[in-house]
């Protein structure tokens, strides 16, 4: 699907979609637990329906609409590997945090992906596997793991994903004995390493992290169920956010104010750069936001915005560093690409008048929207469907807003 954006104003409440983030997590949790869980305000975005089809492979029994999870059986005999592949679509999290646990629970498991998800690095995951006896094969696309975890340590590099953090904090309780996770480099996005511990404490499972780079996680755990609901997102929400900033009378509702989501540090870089003068925003703890600081940035008319410590965002859905710089420049920003952060001096407006590609990344094409609304000419974003990935309803909130597009 392509969408025509007629550059206007925006204006109204709008309350971002469930925690995608949040989600992935108690949505495993409760497949890992004693019972029946019913989680509320699931949303089922390409990424959710991905973790919900591959705990299904893991024996789970998950309602369609992943808000009745019965976890009592999965934890129970595990003498062959899952006969299925588990299809993780685009979803990094559903890959990287169940390789571990189908490791724990089944011995081992085969994967496969949509995108440039098979492409995205599995190096930490592949050492541990040659120091633990693992053996693993990656071919026409499909990662096949056989092994199985046995309590110890395990060291793992802080700065290249927190996702390979989480998948060995879900599976190393239910290993027989204690195990401690050590960290080689410092720790980057903490904050999904929280999320990861406080859905863990919400399920009973106890995992000592000593808030620097040792994690101590007793075995013989078990997951008790329990009935949630999931937060707002932070990481959508902040499209929102950068709407406002750019001039749009945007209320964002339905947020958490005390959430240990990472993202909700939206609001001190906002503040950041609604300051006069230059500004450097580190990103290592929370890369996701780079789309909406980098149109917010674009718009920040005289004043000159460093992105720095975004080096991971070569391996997202799209290279982001230059995906971002791609598209913003063709809009009319001016943006200068570096090998791990971006420098961009803001103007008033943007030209438009242009054709940019969604490069099928969630973020980029809502990146796309919200600076659209303050070019001079419309902007056409192919590959607009790519939202599904994290926000299905994003074009309806758009134009309930009051944003004028065309869908072809």
């Not at 983030?21 to 108690?26: D, I, N, P, T, V």
């Not at 999931?230 to 959430?259: Q, T, Y």
């Not at 936001?289 to 980098?294: D, K, N, Q, S, T």
């Not at 982001?320 to 920003?333: F, Y």
Request: proline share 5%; aromatic share 6%.
């Amino acid at each position: 699907m392509n969408v025509t954006i007629t550059p206007a104003a925006l204006g109204g409440a709008v309350t971002p979609p469930p925690s995608k983030s949040q989600a992935h997590r108690l949505i495993i949790a409760a497949a890992l637990s004693d019972g029946v869980c019913r989680l509320s305000n699931v949303e089922l975005s390409q990424d959710i329906q991905a973790t919900l089809r591959c705990m299904r492979t893991l024996d789970a029994d998950a309602s369609a609409d992943g808000t009745v999870i019965r976890g009592a059986d999965l934890v129970d005999g595990f003498e062959t590997p899952p006969p299925e592949i588990m299809d993780c679509g685009e979803s990094g999290s559903t890959l990287r945090f169940l390789i571990p646990v189908a490791l724990a629970l089944k011995r081992g498991g085969r994967f496969t992906g949509h995108g440039r998800l098979m492409e995205r690095p599995q190096e930490p995951y592949f050492r541990l596997f040659a120091e633990k006896g693992i053996a693993w094969s990656l071919e026409n696309g499909v990662l096949a793991v056989e092994g199985r975890l046995t309590p110890g340590v395990y060291a793992l590099p802080g700065d290249v994903s927190s996702q390979f953090i989480t998948g060995l904090l879900y599976a190393l309780p239910l290993l027989e004995g204690d195990s401690e996770l050590v960290l080689t480099t410092a720790l980057e996005s903490r904050g999904y390493v929280d999320m990861t511990l406080d859905a863990l404490a919400q399920f009973g499972v106890a995992a000592e992290y000593d808030g620097d780079r040792r994690f101590r996680v007793p075995g013989n755990q078990a997951y008790r169920h329990r009935d949630l609901a999931i937060e707002g997102d932070w990481s959508n929400a902040a499209f929102w956010f950068a709407a406002a900033f750019l001039g749009h009378r945007v209320d964002v509702e339905g947020l958490n104010p005390r959430s240990v989501q990472g993202d909700r540090v939206i609001g001190e870089q906002l503040a950041r750069l609604t300051r006069p003068g230059p500004a450097e925003l580190d990103v290592s703890q929370c890369p996701d936001l780079v789309p909406p600081l980098a149109a917010m940035a674009a718009l920040r008319a005289g004043e000159t915005t460093a992105i720095v410590n975004a080096a991971r965002l070569r391996i997202k859905e799209s290279d982001r560093l230059a995906s971002v710089t791609q598209v913003l420049s063709t809009l009319g920003a001016d943006v200068e690409e570096h090998d791990d952060h971006l420098v961009i001096r803001g103007r008033e407006r943007l030209t438009g008048g242009v054709t940019v590609s969604g490069h099928n990344d969630h973020r980029i094409a809502m990146m796309a929207a919200i600076a659209a609304t303050r070019c001079q000419g419309p902007v056409t974003i192919t590959g607009a469907e790519c939202v599904n990935k994290s926000y299905p309803r994003f074009w309806a909130d758009y134009e309930a807003l009051g944003g004028q597009i065309a869908r072809t």
